[in-house]
């Protein structure tokens, strides 16, 4: 699963940037986005659409959401999860496909100089786990930092063979 | 002996208190009430206590405080606690456990009603008037409310039945709701949904009402709750099971109550309808099922016929949204010769006939003009002319001689008819053990329903070989999967001479050499509804999060603490595309936009202002005055009355126009009155005002009000008309900008925006009547229009809605239904006659205005 957000639009439909990563394509519109409800519509046929009338305050909520609805399919899909926040190319995800190929149990985070995820691999162990949409939905406090979500997600799911 | 420290430490820790409060004897909170400047400082609190505060007759916790109070504390507190040790610790007496009890219910959530049968929270839910006094709810039920006999979680909890299937954390768990546990139709199908699910699920069954299948659904469930208020009841059944829920299956469009709760917590839900729209009153169940569902699952293609103006109404994607599953597999079985000779005999014994060579004809259900008991006998006394030697029979209870509004006329009609004398063809049999006989025996069953989903006793008639005769239009089993069997004989609807024909011209039943058992492949109704449900919430490609800009309530209360509750409802409504209320104020006009049809095309949303009276044109206003009681307040309220060149009030006394005339005397106006025979609620007698001779003469620019009472006779109407008269008005002391608006040329019509999306509903039902007098095709939904009947309009405009209807028009008198009247119809066509005049429709909106 690929989760994007408005900001990869312009470059779309030049790079034709999403072929290197197979399933289900997530989009996420924020409030600022500007786009009508026809343009809405219309990216709908190509992305899955998560509409935010408010931002989510963190990327804790934002994940919630996605793997909160997206569950069974995600789980179907048995694939990689790969949020990117911002534009790219088709290199970078080819980049990560390989990398998730190498490491299928690890959580992987590039933070923004603004202390949000910009960009957070989980590898297809990880992300097919019955336990990552329960522990969205367990977390005690759903406020929390990005860096501090990412730290969890390590701790929690991040493992090697020994 | 009970360490009782311990029950505290393990409480205190779920509480997360355990470290403020090592010790339940000693209640910083509480103590810190003497000394609010030192409340944070534990330690200090601490020792003040014990070095002067005990001496001085301070009391260290609530229990130090109530058991000083009252002596009925103790065997109050020993009554509430349900936590096997500490009870067992009250038992034996041990030195401090009723202390203990009353601290950690003081606690509250989730505490309290983890070990005590008291929620502080569910008190104040159950007792606002607790709440709204700001008393503490376990002082005042220690105090008071025990002896005021006021309701406590054990009173709710006795509502909670435990099922005999073991709940298993390894299952998905899922609602089976149904409307009541009684030995009907959607109960039964609820049971076997019950049954199924049990097999692989944990199984919760809701039902609104109490009833005689409660143990029955007991045996497949691990849970079974009765309750009608499920949005608040659910937080304090007790049990992991109700922690984690995964959908529901809501049984009967009935179960509607259950929306609120399913809503808030995001249950995935279908909705498995078995009820015609036709008979499903109030409006709403059906409105809201279309909005809230996931997935509808219709019995049978007539029963979504039914609906489909409902889900049009709403923008549901039928073919998306919904399908059909029967609640049991068509099969047509037989009757071994012995079996049905067998069952003959018991019947002629039973009736005092014999009938062992007649053609046996059979009915079943409860008496009533739905399952059209009376069309029933009606074929009988046909076929009694025609064969001697046909014989009916009705299974079913509910015959009650004083029930006036069916029971007495087929009593006396049974009675004219000699139902039940052996020389007669017509016989009644009580529901019961009889019933498999009566089907065995049966060559055909009789389906006289008027409008009947899909009966059970039709699938159980098939199983036993009966052939059946039904009236087209009128039951699921018109489908063509059904009619396509050869089993079933459609004759014109409610035509019993038709049905006698066919009834007659059937073969007869031919008994089978060998025994037979039940036919019909068990049901594997809840697999199927459950995958239904799981392929959809698969596909569904589009989501929202976040409170969109019309806040209005549908499910829930427009209460403050509500808002995020609202916000969930509409986050549901707008994933699936379904409205009821507008999103905001961007899709009004994009919607506007997109449509195709002429009247759109000059609706205008315009933002409310307010204007000087200088900007504002002579105009007249309507009111029309039912009632009275409001009029003086409302001309206080609003300037506008004031400016007005002329106020016509139409109203149908003499004696209410005396009274408004007093009150616009004292308010300094003068009100013209006319009096009009109570006929066509407001809007007629405001039509009628531009017909030749009428008062409204030739004053171009007018204002139509009411004060009918079906906008007033709640909380919500009050709102919703202040909502209606601010938006039009102004107030005291402004002008509300859509009296200038309508000065403005080219604007023929100017009325509120309202946040609701008002669709056609019953008036669709009317449109062809009236399709070659409209100027033009109706759109698919009228998307804009003045909802509440209140608008300003021009002249022309008025006429041309005159002209729609003529002069000789046959209006309906009083009273007339809520909706679906040619009145009703008139609110929606007025952007159409002012589009036909070339004018625009201005609807202006004011957000933060409240409307419901």
């Known amino acids: ?162 | 002996m009970i360490d009782i420290d311990l029950i505290w430490r393990k409480y205190a820790t779920t509480a997360g208190i355990i470290d403020q409060r090592p010790d339940f004897r000693f209640d910083p909170k509480f103590y810190g009430s003497y000394h609010p400047q030192h409340k944070d400082d534990i330690k200090f609190l601490k020792c003040h206590y014990d070095q002067e505060g005990k001496a001085g007759g301070l009391k260290a916790n609530l229990y130090d405080y109530l058991s000083a109070a009252s002596s009925d504390i103790n065997p109050r507190l020993t009554k509430l606690v349900t936590d096997a040790d500490l009870a067992a610790a009250i038992e034996q007496g041990a030195p401090g456990s009723l202390e203990l009890a009353c601290e950690l219910i003081y606690l509250g959530e989730p505490v309290d009603m983890a070990m005590s049968n008291f929620s502080m929270s569910a008190y104040l839910l159950a007792y606002p008037d607790i709440a709204k006094a700001g008393v503490n709810p376990l002082l005042h039920y220690l105090l008071h409310g025990a002896a005021e006999g006021r309701q406590t979680l054990a009173d709710l909890r006795q509502s909670q039945y435990a099922g005999d299937v073991a709940y298993s954390p390894d299952r998905p768990t899922c609602i089976i709701a149904v409307h009541e546990f009684s030995r009907t139709g959607a109960p039964i199908v609820g049971l076997d949904l019950a049954r199924e699910a049990s097999q692989t699920h944990n199984v919760i069954v809701v039902s609104l009402l109490n009833g005689p299948l409660l143990d029955e659904f007991r045996k497949h469930a691990s849970e079974v709750v009765v309750t009608n208020r499920p949005l608040i009841d659910f937080t304090f059944y007790s049990g992991e099971i109700f922690s984690k829920i995964d959908f529901a299956i809501t049984n009967s469009v009935e179960c509607y109550p259950m929306f609120p709760l399913l809503v808030s917590k995001n249950i995935p839900f279908v909705s498995y309808i078995h009820e015609y729209t036709e008979y499903t009153y109030p409006l709403y169940k059906t409105v809201y099922t279309a909005l809230f569902a996931d997935m509808i699952v219709f019995s049978s293609d007539h029963v979504r016929q039914s609906w489909h103006g409902v889900l049009r109404d709403v923008g549901f994607d039928k073919d998306r949204d919904s399908t059909i599953i029967p609640q049991r597999e068509c099969v047509m079985g037989a009757v071994d010769g012995p079996g049905f000779l067998e069952a003959r005999e018991r019947l002629s014994e039973r009736v005092g006939r014999d009938l062992s060579n007649v053609r046996l004809v059979c009915g079943a259900g409860h008496l009533q003009w739905r399952k059209g008991t009376d069309i029933f006998a009606m074929a009988a006394q046909i076929c009694a002319q025609r064969d001697p030697n046909t014989v009916f029979i009705w299974i079913g209870d509910g015959l009650n001689a004083e029930d006036v509004n069916f029971g007495t006329w087929i009593n006396y009609h049974l009675r004219q008819l000699g139902a039940g004398d052996p020389e007669n063809n017509f016989f009644l049999l009580p529901a019961g053990t009889l019933y498999p006989d009566v089907l065995k025996a049966s060559d055909a069953m009789f389906v006289s329903s008027r409008l009947d989903p899909l009966p059970n006793v039709v699938f159980d008639a098939l199983d036993s070989g009966c052939r059946i005769v039904q009236f087209a239009n009128a039951t699921g089993f018109g489908d063509q999967r059904y009619l396509d069997t050869g089993y079933f004989t459609s004759v014109e609807y409610g035509n019993p001479e038709a049905a006698a024909t066919a009834i007659l011209a059937l073969p007869r039943k031919m008994p089978t050499a060998e025994k037979t058992g039940r036919v019909s492949a068990p049901p594997r109704l809840f697999d199927r509804i459950s995958a239904v449900l799981d392929e959809r919430l698969k596909a569904q490609r589009y989501f929202v999060r976040g409170a969109s800009e019309i806040d209005v309530p549908m499910l829930f209360s427009r209460e403050a603490e509500d808002r995020d509750l609202r916000t969930r409802e509409r986050e549901k409504t707008i994933r699936y595309s379904r409205r009821l209320l507008w999103r905001d104020i961007r899709e009004v006009r994009e919607e506007l936009a997109r449509s195709d049809n002429w009247i759109h095309r000059k609706c205008r949303i315009a933002p409310y202002r307010t204007v000087a009276q200088s900007d504002v044109p002579a105009f007249s206003m309507h009111i029309h005055a039912y009632y009275t009681d409001e009029i003086a307040d409302d001309l206080k309220k609003y300037r506008a009355y004031h400016l007005a060149q002329r106020i016509v009030v139409t109203t149908d006394s003499q004696k209410k126009g005396d009274e408004i005339t007093q009150m616009m005397e004292a308010e300094g106006l003068k009100a013209e009155i006319v009096l009009v025979p109570n006929k066509g609620r407001d809007i007629l007698p405001f039509m009628d005002l531009f017909r030749e001779g009428g008062a409204a003469g030739d004053d171009e620019i007018w204002c139509h009000i009411h004060q009918k009472k079906s906008l007033g006779t709640t909380d919500k109407g009050d709102i919703w008309r202040r909502f209606l008269l601010r938006i039009l008005l102004g107030d005291d002391k402004t002008l509300s900008g859509a009296i200038a608006k309508i000065g403005d040329e080219d604007v023929g019509l100017v009325a509120p925006l309202d946040p609701f999306f008002i669709p056609w509903n019953a008036s669709r039902n009317l449109l062809p009547k009236f399709a070659s007098r409209l100027p033009g095709p109706m759109p698919e939904n009228p998307l804009v229009f003045p909802i509440g009947n209140m608008f300003w309009v021009r002249r022309p405009v008025v006429l041309a809605m005159n002209a729609v209807f003529g002069d000789t028009y046959s209006w309906p008198n009083e009273p007339i239904a809520n909706d679906g009247t040619e009145f009703h119809l008139i609110e929606r066509l007025w952007p159409a006659m002012s589009t036909h005049c070339d004018l625009n429709s201005v609807f202006v909106h004011k957000l933060d205005e409240q409307r419901a």
């Open chain 1, 1 to 162: 699963m690929l989760i994007i957000n408005q900001r990869f639009l312009p470059c779309w439909e030049e790079s034709n940037a999403l072929r290197n990563w197979p399933g289900p394509h997530v989009l996420i519109i924020y409030p600022d986005s500007g786009l009508s409800r026809a343009q809405v519509v219309e990216l709908n046929r190509c992305f899955i659409i998560i509409e935010y009338l408010q931002s989510p305050i963190n990327a804790a909520g934002l994940f919630g959401d996605v793997l909160g609805w997206l569950d069974v399919l995600q789980r179907e899909d048995g694939a990689s999860i790969l949020f990117i926040d911002g534009p790219f190319d088709a290199g970078l995800l080819a980049e990560q496909s390989e990398r998730s190929a190498k490491a299928p149990n690890a959580v992987e985070a590039e933070m923004a100089k603004d202390g949000r995820v910009a960009m957070l691999r989980f590898g297809q162990m990880v992300a097919t786990s019955p336990l990552l949409p329960e522990f969205f939905k367990c977390l005690p406090d759903p406020t929390i930092s990005d860096a501090i979500l990412v730290e969890l997600l390590q701790d929690i799911f991040h493992w090697e063979y020994s």
